[in-house]
């Protein structure tokens, strides 16, 4: 039996009082996954597991033609709550569609771009959606994968100082969940060599994008906090210039690609 937890809390795994680091890691995953995907006036495009539609809606906003596939009744009627004010001029809103990922209802290369952002890991079947992904998208079209990395520098360090404070100085564990643990409602904990291997099978892969490093690094976000806005904000630029650099440290990786030939 599938089981998707609709009513989850999601303050385990994103802070809910967003301090400077989320707020730019999020916000620079949105920029840079949308944008991968090339929107434009005309453009069909797919956002796999679109939770509360505002990446669907955004794009809708630039003329693509957008659809939004969730699983789940209550984020589609959340996504049409949200989207309730018209868009201006002639735009159309997107279209909500219920469907699993890795058995998308929509026809071989019906789209020029599919895209799923920050959901690939709550899915059973990863990699049956990405081949989905590829089979709906035309020859020659995109596909992009936003996915968070839990092999990033942060999780390093931050494990290399939980084992010097377990094994070391024998302070026994820190209570409550850790940052490089997965959290409970995901069903695959991604590093860049899994990425890569996953959608490597049904994605020819032409770019691999790292965003924002430090994430979740013990001491990171107090200090941002601490340090005057645009001095917080020229080092989560080098910091970020550094993940695109060395995308295996990276807080998050976009994949982009295009669907392998079909046979
Ligand atoms: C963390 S949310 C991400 C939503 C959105 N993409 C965003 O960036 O805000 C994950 C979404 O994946 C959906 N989901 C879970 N399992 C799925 C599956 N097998 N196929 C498609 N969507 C699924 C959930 O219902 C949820 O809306």
Not at 95 to 121: E, T, Y
Request: proline letters at 6%; a neutral charge; one cysteine or more.
């Amino acid at each position: 039996m599938r089981v998707v937890d609709l009513d989850r809390d999601m303050s385990d795994v994103i802070p809910t009082n967003l301090a400077r680091d989320s707020e730019y890691l999020f916000a620079r995953m949105t920029d840079v996954t949308l944008a991968a995907t090339r929107p434009e006036r005309g453009r069909r495009v797919l956002d796999v597991g679109s939770g509360v539609g505002q990446d669907s809606v955004a794009l809708a906003r630039t003329g693509a033609s957008v659809v939004g596939a969730e699983p789940s009744a209550r984020m589609i009627a959340m996504a049409q709550l949200f989207q309730s004010a018209p868009l201006p001029g002639e735009l159309l809103g997107p279209r909500w569609v219920r469907g699993w990922a890795d058995a998308l209802p929509f026809a071989d290369g019906s789209f020029d771009a599919a895209f799923c952002k920050g959901a690939l890991d709550h899915f059973d079947d990863p990699e049956a959606a990405i081949a989905e992904m590829a089979r709906v998208t035309r020859e020659a079209g995109l596909v992009v994968l936003a996915i968070a990395n839990f092999d990033s520098l942060a999780c390093r360090v931050a494990r290399a100082l939980d084992r010097l404070r377990e094994d070391w100085l024998a302070l026994g564990p820190l209570r409550g969940r850790r940052g490089y643990d997965t959290p409970s409602d995901h069903f695959t904990r991604y590093e860049l060599a899994l990425m890569r291997e996953q959608a490597g099978r049904a994605v020819e892969i032409d770019r691999v994008i790292g965003i924002s490093l430090g994430w979740g690094m013990p001491g990171w976000t107090g200090m941002l906090g601490r340090l005057p806005a645009p001095l917080a904000r020229v080092l989560l630029q080098l910091a970020d210039g550094i993940a695109r650099l060395a995308p295996s440290l990276a807080d998050v990786v976009v994949l982009v690609g295009r669907p392998r030939a079909r046979s």
